[in-house]
Protein backbone atom coordinates (compact mmCIF):
# COMPACT_ATOMS: atom_id res chain seq x y z
CA UNK A 1 0.00 0.00 0.00
CA UNK A 2 1.42 3.80 -0.98
CA UNK A 3 1.53 5.65 1.97
CA UNK A 4 -0.03 8.78 2.75
CA UNK A 5 1.47 12.49 3.09
CA UNK A 6 -0.66 15.05 4.86
CA UNK A 7 0.85 18.72 5.05
CA UNK A 8 0.22 21.00 8.36
CA UNK A 9 0.07 24.84 6.84
CA UNK A 10 -0.15 28.02 8.35
CA UNK A 11 0.92 31.03 10.44
CA UNK A 12 3.50 31.03 12.51
CA UNK A 13 1.72 30.77 16.24
CA UNK A 14 -1.32 28.89 14.70
CA UNK A 15 -0.51 25.78 16.50
CA UNK A 16 0.98 23.92 13.60
CA UNK A 17 3.30 21.86 15.52
CA UNK A 18 0.41 20.97 18.46
CA UNK A 19 -1.46 19.69 15.91
CA UNK A 20 1.26 17.69 13.99
CA UNK A 21 1.95 16.11 17.56
CA UNK A 22 -1.74 15.04 18.31
CA UNK A 23 -2.58 13.86 14.56
CA UNK A 24 0.68 11.85 14.59
CA UNK A 25 -0.07 10.29 18.21
CA UNK A 26 -3.78 9.50 17.29
CA UNK A 27 -3.40 7.85 13.29
CA UNK A 28 -0.64 5.29 15.59
CA UNK A 29 -3.11 4.72 17.93
CA UNK A 30 -5.19 3.49 15.24
CA UNK A 31 -2.65 0.94 13.88
CA UNK A 32 -1.06 2.88 11.27
CA UNK A 33 2.72 3.40 11.20
CA UNK A 34 3.38 7.28 11.30
CA UNK A 35 6.45 9.28 10.75
CA UNK A 36 6.10 13.22 12.24
CA UNK A 37 8.72 15.57 10.40
CA UNK A 38 9.22 19.21 10.37
CA UNK A 39 10.37 21.94 7.61
CA UNK A 40 12.67 22.81 6.74
CA UNK A 41 14.37 19.96 8.50
CA UNK A 42 13.96 16.28 8.52
CA UNK A 43 17.79 15.22 7.46
CA UNK A 44 20.98 16.43 8.57
CA UNK A 45 21.36 18.67 5.71
CA UNK A 46 18.24 20.24 5.72
CA UNK A 47 18.64 20.59 9.17
CA UNK A 48 21.73 22.91 8.54
CA UNK A 49 19.56 24.86 6.22
CA UNK A 50 17.01 25.31 8.87
CA UNK A 51 19.58 26.74 11.08
CA UNK A 52 21.01 29.66 8.40
CA UNK A 53 17.61 30.82 7.08
CA UNK A 54 15.89 30.66 10.77
CA UNK A 55 19.45 33.01 12.34
CA UNK A 56 18.15 36.70 13.07
CA UNK A 57 21.88 37.73 12.58
CA UNK A 58 21.79 36.70 8.28
CA UNK A 59 20.27 38.93 5.91
CA UNK A 60 19.40 36.47 3.49
CA UNK A 61 17.61 37.94 0.11
CA UNK A 62 14.10 36.66 -1.42
CA UNK A 63 15.53 35.14 -4.17
CA UNK A 64 17.99 32.94 -1.67
CA UNK A 65 15.26 32.58 0.76
CA UNK A 66 13.57 30.76 -2.17
CA UNK A 67 16.56 28.39 -3.20
CA UNK A 68 17.15 27.39 0.52
CA UNK A 69 13.89 26.47 1.34
CA UNK A 70 13.66 24.52 -1.89
CA UNK A 71 17.26 22.96 -1.40
CA UNK A 72 16.07 22.07 2.23
CA UNK A 73 12.97 20.38 0.88
CA UNK A 74 14.32 18.60 -2.08
CA UNK A 75 16.99 16.85 0.46
CA UNK A 76 14.37 15.98 2.41
CA UNK A 77 11.89 14.04 -0.43
CA UNK A 78 14.94 11.94 -1.76
CA UNK A 79 16.71 11.44 1.72
CA UNK A 80 13.68 10.31 3.66
CA UNK A 81 10.48 11.19 2.35
CA UNK A 82 10.11 8.89 -0.53
CA UNK A 83 11.12 6.19 1.09
CA UNK A 84 8.59 6.47 3.63
CA UNK A 85 6.15 6.95 1.16
CA UNK A 86 7.07 3.80 -0.43
CA UNK A 87 7.19 1.67 2.80
CA UNK A 88 3.54 2.92 3.10
CA UNK A 89 4.01 5.04 6.03
CA UNK A 90 1.83 8.19 6.81
CA UNK A 91 4.06 10.86 6.95
CA UNK A 92 2.66 13.85 8.71
CA UNK A 93 4.47 16.84 7.98
CA UNK A 94 4.96 20.26 9.53
CA UNK A 95 4.91 22.94 6.43
CA UNK A 96 5.79 22.08 2.77
CA UNK A 97 5.78 22.95 -0.31
CA UNK A 98 3.18 25.60 0.15
CA UNK A 99 4.63 27.80 2.81
CA UNK A 100 6.99 28.38 0.27
CA UNK A 101 4.15 29.77 -1.68
CA UNK A 102 2.91 32.03 0.82
CA UNK A 103 6.00 33.52 2.10
CA UNK A 104 8.54 33.38 -0.70
CA UNK A 105 6.02 33.42 -3.45
CA UNK A 106 3.37 35.80 -2.02
CA UNK A 107 4.87 38.05 0.61
CA UNK A 108 7.99 38.23 -0.61
CA UNK A 109 6.66 39.21 -4.16
CA UNK A 110 8.66 36.72 -5.94
CA UNK A 111 5.54 35.11 -7.72
CA UNK A 112 3.21 31.87 -6.65
CA UNK A 113 3.81 30.75 -10.11
CA UNK A 114 7.54 30.85 -10.00
CA UNK A 115 7.82 29.70 -6.58
CA UNK A 116 5.70 26.51 -7.99
CA UNK A 117 8.40 25.94 -10.61
CA UNK A 118 11.24 26.03 -8.08
CA UNK A 119 9.28 23.27 -5.60
CA UNK A 120 8.07 21.16 -8.22
CA UNK A 121 11.91 20.39 -9.48
CA UNK A 122 12.83 20.18 -5.89
CA UNK A 123 9.94 17.80 -5.00
CA UNK A 124 9.99 15.77 -8.12
CA UNK A 125 6.14 17.02 -8.66
CA UNK A 126 5.25 15.03 -4.91
CA UNK A 127 2.24 16.62 -3.53
CA UNK A 128 0.22 15.84 -0.31
CA UNK A 129 -2.61 13.56 -0.34
CA UNK A 130 -3.70 16.23 1.99
CA UNK A 131 -3.35 19.71 3.54
CA UNK A 132 -4.63 21.00 6.80
CA UNK A 133 -4.51 24.93 6.75
CA UNK A 134 -5.11 26.55 9.99
CA UNK A 135 -6.37 29.75 9.49
CA UNK A 136 -6.15 32.24 12.26
CA UNK A 137 -5.48 36.18 12.13
CA UNK A 138 -1.67 37.79 11.87
CA UNK A 139 -2.75 39.41 15.34
CA UNK A 140 -3.56 36.42 17.28
CA UNK A 141 -0.32 34.73 15.90
CA UNK A 142 2.05 37.27 16.21
CA UNK A 143 0.67 37.77 20.67
CA UNK A 144 0.66 33.64 20.50
CA UNK A 145 4.91 33.94 19.60
CA UNK A 146 4.61 36.65 21.77
CA UNK A 147 3.20 34.78 24.62
CA UNK A 148 6.06 32.09 24.26
CA UNK A 149 8.70 33.79 25.65
CA UNK A 150 11.45 32.99 22.98
CA UNK A 151 13.54 35.42 20.86
CA UNK A 152 12.10 35.69 17.23
CA UNK A 153 13.64 34.01 14.48
CA UNK A 154 14.24 36.20 10.99
CA UNK A 155 11.16 35.11 9.62
CA UNK A 156 9.32 36.11 12.28
CA UNK A 157 11.01 39.53 13.02
CA UNK A 158 8.94 40.72 10.04
CA UNK A 159 6.59 43.55 10.24
CA UNK A 160 2.72 42.93 10.51
CA UNK A 161 1.95 43.47 6.76
CA UNK A 162 4.60 40.62 5.37
CA UNK A 163 1.98 38.55 7.53
CA UNK A 164 -1.17 39.92 6.34
CA UNK A 165 0.31 38.87 2.70
CA UNK A 166 0.93 35.78 3.90
CA UNK A 167 -2.49 34.76 5.19
CA UNK A 168 -3.73 36.47 1.97
CA UNK A 169 -1.51 34.05 -0.28
CA UNK A 170 -2.68 31.30 1.98
CA UNK A 171 -6.13 31.87 1.75
CA UNK A 172 -5.66 31.90 -2.59
CA UNK A 173 -3.79 28.85 -2.18
CA UNK A 174 -6.81 27.13 -0.37
CA UNK A 175 -9.17 28.60 -2.92
CA UNK A 176 -7.08 26.79 -5.73
CA UNK A 177 -6.96 23.57 -4.18
CA UNK A 178 -9.89 22.75 -2.46
CA UNK A 179 -10.01 19.43 -3.01
CA UNK A 180 -6.54 19.17 -1.33
CA UNK A 181 -6.87 22.26 1.33
CA UNK A 182 -8.88 21.74 4.03
CA UNK A 183 -9.32 24.73 6.20
CA UNK A 184 -9.39 24.80 10.38
CA UNK A 185 -10.73 27.59 12.34
CA UNK A 186 -7.15 27.32 14.43
CA UNK A 187 -8.72 30.09 17.24
CA UNK A 188 -10.87 27.43 17.90
CA UNK A 189 -9.07 25.30 21.41
CA UNK A 190 -6.84 22.42 20.17
CA UNK A 191 -8.86 19.39 21.20
CA UNK A 192 -11.68 21.02 18.24
CA UNK A 193 -8.62 21.85 16.00
CA UNK A 194 -7.68 17.83 16.23
CA UNK A 195 -11.34 17.18 15.83
CA UNK A 196 -11.77 18.91 12.89
CA UNK A 197 -8.56 17.01 11.50
CA UNK A 198 -8.88 13.61 12.30
CA UNK A 199 -12.45 14.23 10.43
CA UNK A 200 -10.47 14.98 7.15
CA UNK A 201 -7.73 12.96 7.69
CA UNK A 202 -9.66 10.42 7.92
CA UNK A 203 -11.14 10.65 4.61
CA UNK A 204 -7.89 9.79 2.93
CA UNK A 205 -7.30 7.43 5.17
CA UNK A 206 -9.93 5.27 3.99
CA UNK A 207 -11.88 4.34 7.29
CA UNK A 208 -13.15 6.40 10.66
CA UNK A 209 -11.14 8.70 12.37
CA UNK A 210 -9.55 7.58 15.56
CA UNK A 211 -10.64 8.41 18.87
CA UNK A 212 -9.24 11.56 20.17
Not at 1 to 11: D, S
Not at 79 to 107: H, I, M, N, W
Amino acid sequence: MAGVLITIEGLDGAGKSTLAEGLAREIAAGGAEVQLLREPGGVEASERIRELVKDPRLEVLPRAEALLYAAARAQLVEELLTPLLGRGVVVVLDRFVDSSLAYQGGARGLGVEKVAEINAFATGGLEPDLTLLLKLDPAVGRARQAGRGEGPDRLEREDDGFFERVAAAYDEIAAAAPGRVRVIDAALPPEDVLAHALGAVAVVLGGPPPAA
